[in-house]
C-alpha cells in the first residue's frame, strides 16, 4: 500500500475555493444569524481573490452554499455585466462547476450588491447581499463597544434621531439607502445599501437572505416569512422612491426602479436598473419566447 | 398654588423624595464617600458645597445611578421604584433615568451629542423614553428649549456652533423635556462668565419657581449655592461635615472647614 492510495490526488485548492474548516465556521455563523434574526454574528473572514470592500463577505457566504448543481447570478448595481459581477460570477463557477446565469427566475443563489431583482424570488432561491458596513447604530454611536450593548439593550431610540434631522434639515426623510429596519421585532439592521425601493421586499418574504460584511467581519440574515419594519415616525409614513410613473428608454418598462442617465441636453432619461428585467422585455417585445416572473411592484405598489 | 404661595415659606411635612443612606464608596486606597446620608424633600432644593475631590460629584453621580456604590441605599418615593435602586438591572436603571431623572453636566460634552442638532438633542431624550410622533417630538421639543430661555432661532443649530451659556441651556431643556421628578446639576455655571452665569441662574431659579422641581445642585461656588438652594450639605473629604438651611449654615458655621469656606469666600 502506498500513501498515493490512500490520499486524494493533489488538487490546487480545496472544492468552492474555501478549505473545510473555514467553510465549517461559515456554516455554523450561517445557522446561527438565521436563529436570531438581524442579529450580527461575527466571523473570521477569509481572504478570498478579490479586494475587501468588493464584496467578500457576500463571495464567502456563496462558496459556502455552492455545489455542483447551484446556478448563481451575480449583480452589481442592478446589472449582470459589469466587471465585478462577471468576474465573480465567472470566479464562482470556475471554483464550483456550478452554471451560470444572468436570469432570476433560474438562479439559485444570486450574490447582489445595491439591487434585490423586481421579479419576486421563490422559496427554493437563495439571496446574498453584500453589505459594506453593517452597524445601523454608527451613524449615532462611534463606539462599537457601546453599539453591541444598545444592540443588546433594544436601545434603539436614538437611530430615529438620524431621521428626525432629516425631516428637520429637508422637511422629509432622505435617507437613501440601507434604511435601518427592525428585524422580527428585536434587532435593527441595515438592510446593505438597497434603495428604499427595496426594502419592502424582505418583509414577509419567501427567500432567505443572508448579509455578510467581509471587511467588517460580520454576517446576519433575514429568514423566510420573518418581518422587516422599516423605522418610521408614527405620523410620517415609509415612503419608497416616486419611480412609479417613469419609463425604461430602452426596454418601455415602467414601474420599476429607474437608474437616471443624464443626457448632453442637461435633461436625464431613466432606463431600468435590474437590466437583464430590461434585457427580457425588449426581447419579449420583439417577439422570442422569454418568460418575466411575477413582479414584487405593480404600478409602483408592493403587491400583498 | 400660585407663585407668591409657593414662594412663602412652608412647613415640610411630607415624605421625602430623595433618600439615600449609608453611601460609601473606595476607588481602590482612596476614600471617596464614606457613610453619607441625604435626604431631599419634594420641591426642594439641595446645595451641595465641597472642595475638589470631597466626594460631591460622585455622589450626584450615584443620584443619577452611573455609579454603584460599595454599601448604601438609594430610594426615590416614585410610584414605579418601590425598592433600593442600586438593586436595579441596567436596562431598568436606564429606563428610570430616561423618565424620572434629569441632568446637567459641567462639560456639556458628556450631556450633549455634539454634531448633531440642539432640538434634535432635546428629542433624543423624549425618544428614548419611547415618543415615535414627529411632530409630538419637534413641539416638545420646542417647548422645552423655551422653557430653558434657547433662542429658537438656533434650536436647529448643533451644540458645537454655540456659546458655553447657549450649551448649558440646551442641556438643560434636554433634562427637563420629560418633566422630570428630580433635577440634578453638576456645576451648571462653573466655565461661564459671571453675566451669563446670572442669566443661567436665572432661568435656574425660574423654572424652580413655576414648576417646583426638586433639584440637587453641586457647585464649588457659595455664590451659587447661596442663590439657589434651600438647604446645603458640607462635604469634606467623602463625608458630610455639616447640614442645614443655607443662611443658618452660611450665616453661623459650626464646622471649622464650614467656616473657613465661608470667611474665604466672604
Redesign the interface.
Known amino acids: 500500500m502506498t500513501l498515493a492510495t490512500l490520499t486524494r490526488p493533489w488538487a490546487a485548492m480545496s472544492y468552492g475555493f474555501l478549505d473545510a474548516s473555514a467553510k465549517r465556521e461559515m456554516r455554523r455563523k450561517i445557522i446561527k444569524a438565521i436563529a436570531v434574526p438581524g442579529c450580527q454574528m461575527p466571523y473570521a473572514s477569509r481572504e478570498v481573490p478579490i479586494a475587501r470592500g468588493w464584496g467578500t463577505g457576500g463571495l464567502q457566504v456563496t462558496l459556502t452554499l455552492i455545489k455542483p448543481a447551484s446556478v448563481v447570478k451575480v449583480i452589481d448595481q442592478g446589472a449582470d455585466d459589469s466587471v465585478n459581477a462577471a468576474s465573480i460570477r465567472r470566479f464562482l463557477s470556475r471554483v464550483s462547476g456550478a452554471a451560470e446565469t444572468w436570469d432570476t427566475l433560474e438562479a439559485t443563489i444570486l450574490q447582489s450588491r445595491h439591487r434585490i431583482p423586481e421579479e419576486r424570488l421563490r422559496d427554493d432561491q437563495v439571496l446574498v447581499l453584500q453589505v459594506p458596513n453593517p452597524e445601523p447604530l454608527r451613524p ?1 454611536q462611534p463606539n462599537m463597544s457601546i453599539a453591541r450593548q444598545m444592540h443588546a ?1 433594544a ?1 434603539y ?2 437611530l ?2 438620524v431621521l ?2 432629516q ?3 429637508s422637511g422629509r426623510i432622505v435617507q437613501g439607502a440601507a434604511y435601518p429596519s427592525l428585524v422580527n421585532g428585536r434587532h435593527v439592521m441595515t438592510p446593505s445599501p438597497i434603495p428604499r425601493w427595496d426594502v419592502p421586499k424582505l418583509h414577509m418574504a419567501h427567500h432567505l437572505t443572508l448579509l455578510s460584511a467581509g471587511r467588517e467581519k460580520r454576517l446576519y440574515a433575514v429568514p423566510p416569512f420573518t418581518r422587516v419594519e422599516p423605522l418610521v ?4 409614513p415609509y415612503q419608497v422612491e416616486d419611480h412609479a410613473g417613469l419609463t425604461c428608454h430602452r426596454s418601455g418598462l415602467s414601474g420599476v426602479f429607474m437608474n437616471e442617465i443624464p443626457q448632453d441636453s442637461g435633461g436625464s432619461v431613466f432606463e431600468a436598473s435590474d437590466s437583464n428585467l430590461g434585457i427580457k422585455a425588449i426581447r419579449q417585445a420583439e417577439g422570442e419566447a422569454t418568460k418575466i416572473g411575477p413582479m414584487w411592484y405593480e404600478n409602483g405598489e408592493l403587491r400583498p | 398654588m400660585t407663585v407668591m404661595e409657593r414662594l412663602a415659606p412652608q412647613l415640610v411635612t411630607g415624605a421625602p423624595l430623595l433618600t439615600m443612606s449609608g453611601i460609601s464608596r473606595r476607588f481602590g486606597a482612596v476614600v471617596a464617600l464614606e457613610d453619607v446620608a441625604a435626604t431631599v424633600w419634594p420641591g426642594e432644593v439641595l446645595g451641595i458645597v465641597g472642595e475638589s475631590g470631597s466626594g460631591k460629584s460622585t455622589l450626584l453621580r450615584m443620584m443619577n445611578l452611573e455609579d454603584t456604590p460599595d454599601t448604601g441605599t438609594y430610594h426615590l418615593a416614585l410610584p414605579e421604584t418601590p425598592g433600593n435602586l442600586f438593586d436595579l438591572d441596567r436596562f431598568a436603571r436606564r429606563q428610570l433615568c430616561a423618565r424620572r431623572i434629569g441632568i446637567v453636566y459641567q462639560n456639556p460634552h458628556l450631556g450633549l451629542l455634539m454634531g448633531h442638532s440642539s432640538s434634535g438633542n432635546v428629542a433624543e431624550r423624549l425618544l428614548i423614553a419611547g415618543e415615535r410622533s414627529f411632530a409630538t417630538l419637534r413641539a416638545k421639543a420646542k417647548g422645552a428649549l423655551e422653557a430653558s430661555e434657547f433662542p429658537l432661532t438656533r434650536m436647529d443649530d448643533p451644540p458645537r456652533q454655540l456659546s458655553g451659556g447657549m450649551q448649558q441651556r440646551v442641556q438643560l431643556a434636554k433634562a427637563i423635556a420629560l418633566e422630570p421628578a428630580l433635577l440634578l446639576l453638576d456645576e451648571p455655571t462653573t466655565g461661564l462668565d459671571v453675566s451669563v452665569q446670572a442669566l443661567v441662574l436665572d432661568t435656574l431659579k425660574r423654572l424652580q419657581r413655576d414648576r417646583a422641581i426638586t433639584m440637587v445642585i453641586v457647585s464649588h461656588d457659595l455664590g451659587v449655592i447661596r442663590t439657589m438652594a434651600d438647604r446645603v450639605m458640607v462635604m469634606r473629604h467623602g463625608r458630610v461635615v455639616e447640614e442645614g438651611l443655607v443662611d443658618q449654615v452660611f450665616q453661623d458655621p459650626q464646622h471649622p472647614y464650614t467656616q473657613e469656606l465661608v470667611h474665604a469666600k466672604l
Not at chain 1, 233 to 236: A, L
Open positions: 449615532v439593550d436601545d431610540g436614538r430615529w434621531l428626525y434631522e425631516m428637520v434639515r415616525f408614527s405620523d410620517v
